[in-house]
């Protein structure tokens, strides 16, 4: 296959990992345009970058790729998928090339944090006078939204519609997907643990009641790697959106991840396959403790075998197959990537 990618300017947990998970997957034939250079392993300034760049960036080999006169090959069907992995940011790129789209050979992909799918979120049709004449990608292109709740529907609907009709009312194209972490970056083996918890704690209540860091503290990745294999359990949160890079990354280090209110995530938003059978989900600092106290030997070696099955079924390849599998099976394109 021949792919281009659409890359944007800034770090994103979504369009990255995919990135990296086409990559490893097709090799030369994913064209990053523009090139992506953060993910490449010859970036020098990771310091720069988001999270001083752990976990997903310059974890790529930067190969000979010819990026000239993208939009020509476009015009000419010489890709056989385009994919918008930011919507909210390739916008321009995205109105360009419609005329030239089809709809079995375009797939779009928004990761921000925004539950409003683009251009739903109010900065957008509060300011530009336009906006009712802009072209819709959910209307025509298969959508793959990150932060996927019920108000995703209600801000499509501008609120107006009772909330029973959001389910008929859910637009037919919309499909659910989340971050992903390098396979690389999963342990071989389950660490010994000497510590309940990390030094680095999300939830400023548990991290003022341990006395632990709530502020990132690691200046590199394998100290905080080691912080998180030292420990049983790892902390996090909900932040700007539900789906967090610290989910996997506490799993990817063999700790069981310890999750407050997820039971309050509807499941169309990532994380994806997170129940009890594989972390703990708490409401706060007596109620986690309650759980953890309460927890065997037996079951916490059952809770960690189970949270390590679960990141490696949540690897860069393993999104990237699920959601080429998905587009050609909506398509009824038979293909399938195993």
């Not at 990771?46 to 993208?70: C, K, P, V």
């Amino acid at each position: 296959m021949n792919i281009l990618f659409i890359t944007t300017d800034t770090e994103d947990y979504l369009s990255d990992s995919l990135l990296h998970g086409f990559r490893h997957l097709l090799g030369q034939d994913v064209i990053d345009f523009p090139k992506k250079y953060c993910m490449y392993k010859n970036f020098s300034h990771a310091r720069q970058l988001y999270g001083n760049g752990f976990t997903l960036y310059r974890t790529m080999e930067d190969i000979s790729l010819d990026r000239t006169r993208i939009f020509e090959k476009v015009k000419k069907n010489y890709f056989d998928l385009v994919i918008f992995s930011d919507i909210y940011r390739q916008y321009g790129y995205f109105y360009q090339l419609l005329p030239y789209l089809r709809k079995e050979a375009t797939v779009i992909c928004d990761g921000e944090d925004t539950q409003a799918i683009f251009p739903y979120k109010s900065m957008f049709f509060k300011h530009i006078f336009n906006w009712w004449s802009m072209p819709k990608p959910h209307k025509r292109f298969l959508y793959y939204k990150r932060e996927w709740t019920p108000k995703t529907i209600k801000k499509r609907w501008f609120s107006i519609p009772p909330s029973a009709f959001y389910g008929i009312l859910t637009p037919n194209y919309l499909r659910p997907i989340s971050f992903s972490i390098p396979k690389e970056k999963i342990v071989k083996s389950l660490p010994p643990k000497k510590n309940i918890f990390p030094s680095h704690i999300v939830d400023l209540e548990i991290s003022e009641k341990i006395k632990g860091h709530s502020k990132y503290v690691f200046e590199g990745e394998s100290d905080y790697y080691a912080d998180l294999q030292s420990a049983k359990f790892g902390i996090t949160t909900k932040r700007g959106g539900w789906d967090c890079m610290r989910h996997y990354e506490i799993a990817a280090n063999g700790a069981v991840i310890c999750f407050k209110n997820l039971d309050q995530k509807t499941e169309t938003c990532g994380p994806h396959g997170l129940t009890q059978e594989n972390c703990i989900s708490y409401n706060n600092y007596d109620d986690l403790m309650r759980k953890i106290n309460s927890i065997s030997d037996e079951e916490y070696s059952a809770l960690q075998k189970n949270s390590l099955q679960w990141i490696e079924k949540n690897t860069t390849v393993e999104k990237a197959k699920h959601l080429l599998n998905d587009f050609f099976y909506s398509h009824q394109i038979d293909t399938k990537f195993d």
